[in-house]
């Protein structure tokens, strides 16, 4: 077998998947596009290439042997922006997972080493393949070195061999050196012969083949000022060509034998793409559905033919199986029961047979331990049981306790507490298409240890809850809200099927008249949805300037058309039937599919055990994420309907709730003058900022304010700004300097917090929900600076979920005491949809505001706002 050589230049093709793709960020925030592109460049040329061995070579620092030669090398590059900063620790441990060599040497670039190793290796007889995003290394290429050097995308690569470099320069490889010696490199800050481009600098090579042959003849070099530049800069040009040289003689203490590729490590891979949640290339990887035998100690337990006395304690844990995700479809396929008197197994036809169950589910007195006290509620309660008196919640415990963690399982929820006797769900049902109902002898065994489980851990994991202080916060908050959201997702949110029906056709002839102007502009008809036809229509056809190119021909994403909107006003019509063709079958088509059929309802599941920072989110639908900038996606809204006839929608949200968090939090007395004389927000900034009054506030200041305001509170970079506002990283860098001095209690704050994140090891919300952040004390700058961010911005976003929280409790509460008929409906963000009788409509005027800006003691007012109508659009 032919050995090949694969040498990855690491920080390159780091820098190009994070400036190609846009932010991604996992389920914890962190950052994830530059470790997703980087991912999929690698699959594929591994796939394509098959190295036997492989290397990914990193620069070590900011200095190198050159600088001692120019000390300004590199030096007018800008700082890496943080958010790919914090994604290098993950491309690392990527890279072991892997099985695959990295490397990096002090002194040297990823260049120097990738010259040493690949000039080694072609010696060896190996082929020798060096992929990077810097055509620099083009200067390497022989017969047995190629260089890929990816394009603007990250997946497709020019491959540059030594024909390829002749045909497209008229330059050998080794002249690519003499070229970066004439006209330099901006990127690397190399200066080269001011006035030199890249086409004189090739004429001149060819006419004289060397940088040394030029500046030896330069009498003879055509161009009067030509001459005097090369004249005059004649040590620029041999200083330029030494930089641009990559050394092949760099001390490497690696061997090419040692970069042996024997295949990735399933199981740590697949860890790394849960993490990072990475779930279609995890579907990529070999062997990822091998699930492993899993060892556990015998379960004394017995299964109920006949639900007897003995079983029912006043004191149980109580586990529902469900195994579909959406627990208001799925089947229960047995219920596991534990207490005092044994461990129990009950299939679903006994305990619904069973009146002793349904009286000891329903008897508040009878205390029940769960595990998903909502899922347990819901699916009871849809088979005509009632529960009641749930104590306990193992699944939301063990998410106060660090919501950081992601919760894979009943098994992994655990082993989080050290109990390890209970099975994954993967071990017992399989996975994926593997999936099925395990043997009813494999089964009852299952849900009889998940169970005991729950009892084993109630008193352990209590104790933890009061250890930090967070046993308000599960049984004033989190339980009483599960039961509040059970009862929401059981009433489910009426839809109008005729006015979905309508939208849908009436969006549908809006899509075909947009299809129509397309097609007059382009001068003909094609496949509007066809990445490749559209392609050739804008960048052959019309000769709009192609700014990405993939493997299969031009990119026509997002981010590279709306760079393009201003050439032609095509673009604008095809952003435009993307956005309504996305609403059409996303939204209208999707929401049609979930209605149900008897009722008419949607009844979404609200995620309460998610997000790191305790916001809820909603799925199947995900009522959340309507989008409602254009007009079409709000008008969504309209098919929501009350239940009821003579009955309207209602609906409050709290103004900014976040910004006025971060003053009380804060402390800072300039923000909390602008909330407690109700002033603009965004404007009382902008006059800060710029210095004006007033009436002196543009738009754009407003906007520039208003971007600031809102990225402060998500920990945003003058990176990040930039891109928000489209303004260089030097203009939004000072901007957040300026907001900084004008709001010195809010830069403290900043201050403080990481200094206590960093003593404690996790911050706080108003609660004493807790974050855990133990990348706060890395000697690894990047891990430390995502850490800190956090740290800033969690107790702001978290304390404003604990608010809305609070007030559905409240609201529930009042509901109930005012003796009202109208229900809770929604929680979107900082919403609270309701939908109500018209004749309790004056009354929800004065206390939902009255509950809701009462649910919390800031140092300012919290506000609400609220409308209603016959329908959620109208109530907005």
């Known amino acids: 077998m032919k050995k090949k050589l694969m040498l990855i230049d690491g920080n390159s093709i780091a820098y190009r998947a994070f400036f190609a793709l846009p932010l991604l960020n996992n389920d914890k925030g962190i950052h994830t596009n530059a470790v997703y592109g980087f991912t999929t460049m690698l699959m594929k040329m591994l796939e394509d290439e098959k190295p036997t061995h492989i ?52 002194n040297y670039e990823a260049d120097d080493i990738i010259g040493t190793l690949a000039t080694k290796a072609e010696k060896e007889g190996f082929d020798v393949q060096v992929v990077s995003g810097d055509k620099d290394l083009t200067q390497l290429s022989t017969d047995k070195i190629t260089v890929s050097i990816t394009k603007k995308g990250i997946t497709d690569v020019e491959q540059y061999t030594p024909d390829h470099i002749q045909e497209k320069y008229g330059l050998t490889p080794e002249q690519i050196i003499d070229m970066k010696g004439l006209m330099g490199d901006q990127s690397d800050n190399i200066p080269g012969v001011p006035g030199v481009g890249e086409k004189t600098a090739i004429k001149l090579l060819k006419e004289f083949q060397s940088v040394e042959n030029v500046l030896e003849n330069i009498d003879k070099v055509s161009g009067k000022k030509l001459k005097e530049k090369l004249e005059e800069h004649k040590e620029l040009a041999v200083m330029s060509k030494e930089l641009a040289t990559i050394t092949k003689e760099a001390p490497v203490e690696v061997t090419v034998d040692e970069l042996l590729y024997e295949g990735y490590d399933v199981a740590k891979l697949s860890a790394i793409f849960k993490e990072l949640g990475f779930n279609s290339l995890l579907e990529k990887l070999d062997g990822a559905e091998d699930i492993a035998i899993e060892e556990v100690n015998e379960i ?112 992994g929820v655990a082993k989080r507490h050290q109990y390890t006797n209970v099975k994954t769900d993967e071990a017992v049902y399989g996975k994926g298409a593997k999936r099925k109902l395990a043997e009813e002898a494999e089964l009852s065994e299952h849900l009889a240890r998940k169970a005991a489980a729950i009892s084993e851990l109630y008193e352990k994991v209590l104790q933890e809850l009061d250890q930090n202080e967070q046993t308000e916060l599960f049984y004033d908050l989190e339980l009483p809200l599960a039961l509040i959201l059970a009862k929401m997702e059981y009433t489910g949110v009426k839809v109008d099927v005729e006015r979905l029906e309508t939208m849908k056709t009436e969006l549908a002839g809006r899509l075909k008249e947009i299809e129509a102007k397309i097609y007059a502009l382009a001068g003909e008809e094609f496949n509007i949805n066809s990445p490749k036809q559209l392609g050739v229509i804008l960048f052959e056809k019309m000769g709009l300037p192609a700014i990405k190119k993939t493997k299969t021909g031009y990119s026509t994403s997002a981010d590279v058309l709306e760079k393009l909107e201003h050439e032609h006003e095509i673009i604008r019509e095809i952003l435009n039937y993307r956005q309504l063709g996305k609403l059409q079958s996303t939204y209208l088509e999707g929401l049609l599919k979930v209605v149900h059929k008897d009722t008419n309802k949607v009844h979404t599941r609200f995620n309460q055990a998610l997000t790191s920072t305790g916001r809820l989110s909603s799925i199947d639908p995900n009522l959340q994420n309507i989008p409602i900038r254009l007009e079409e996606g709000r008008r969504i809204r309209q098919a929501f309907v009350p239940s009821e006839d003579n009955w309207v929608i209602f609906a409050a949200d709290y103004s900014q709730i976040e910004l006025r968090v971060l003053a009380h939090i804060a402390n800072d007395e300039n923000l909390q003058e602008a909330f407690t004389q109700d002033m603009d927000i965004h404007t009382k900034t902008a006059m800060d900022v710029f210095h004006v009054e007033a009436e002196e506030v543009t738009g754009e200041m407003r906007r520039q304010a208003k971007a600031v305001n809102f990225g402060i509170v998500y920990g945003i970079s003058d990176y990040g700004l930039s891109q928000n506002l489209g303004i260089t990283r030097k203009e939004a860098g000072q901007f957040i300097d300026r907001y900084l001095e004008s709001f010195p209690g809010v830069k403290n704050y900043m201050e403080d917090i990481v200094a206590d994140a960093r003593n404690k090891g996790y911050v706080e919300t108003l609660l004493h929900r807790r974050r855990y952040i133990p990348e706060i004390t890395s000697r690894n700058f990047n891990l430390r600076s995502f850490a800190e961010r956090t740290a800033m911005n969690t107790p702001i976003q978290g304390s404003a ?76």
């Open 801 to 876: 979920a604990d608010i809305i929280k609070k007030a559905m409790i409240d609201m529930a509460a009042r509901l109930e005491t005012e003796g009202l008929q109208t229900r809770m409906l929604l929680q979107v963000h900082d919403e609270l949809i309701f939908e109500a009788p018209e004749d309790e409509i004056e009354k929800l005027k004065e206390i939902v505001p009255d509950v809701m800006e009462h649910a919390l003691k800031l140092s300012v007012p919290l506000k609400v706002e609220y409308s209603y109508g016959p329908t959620w659009y109208d109530a907005k």
């Open 300 to 411: 004394v337990f017995e299964k109920a033919d006949e639900i007897t006395e003995n079983m029912l304690a006043d004191e149980s844990a109580l586990y529902i199986e469900i195994l579909e995700d959406n627990y208001q479809t799925g089947e229960i396929v047995g219920i596991g029961l534990s207490n005092e008197n044994g461990n129990f197994y009950l299939p679903l036809e006994v305990a619904q047979q069973s009146e002793a169950f349904k009286n000891w589910a329903e008897d508040e007195t009878k205390k029940k331990r769960v595990y998903d006290a909502k899922r347990s509620i819901v699916s009871l309660k849809l088979r005509g049981i009632h529960l009641r008196g749930i104590d306990f919640d193992l699944l939301l415990a063990s998410y106060l306790l660090n919501p950081s963690e992601s919760i894979e399982d009943f098994a």
């Open 55 to 106: 290397l990914v070579a990193f620069d070590a620092g900011k200095t190198t042997f050159r600088h001692s030669t120019f000390k300004e090398y590199k030096g007018g590059r800008q700082k890496t922006p943080p958010e790919l900063s914090e994604q290098f620790p993950f491309l690392r441990e990527l890279l072991d997972a892997y099985g695959i060599k990295r490397y990096e040497l002090e």
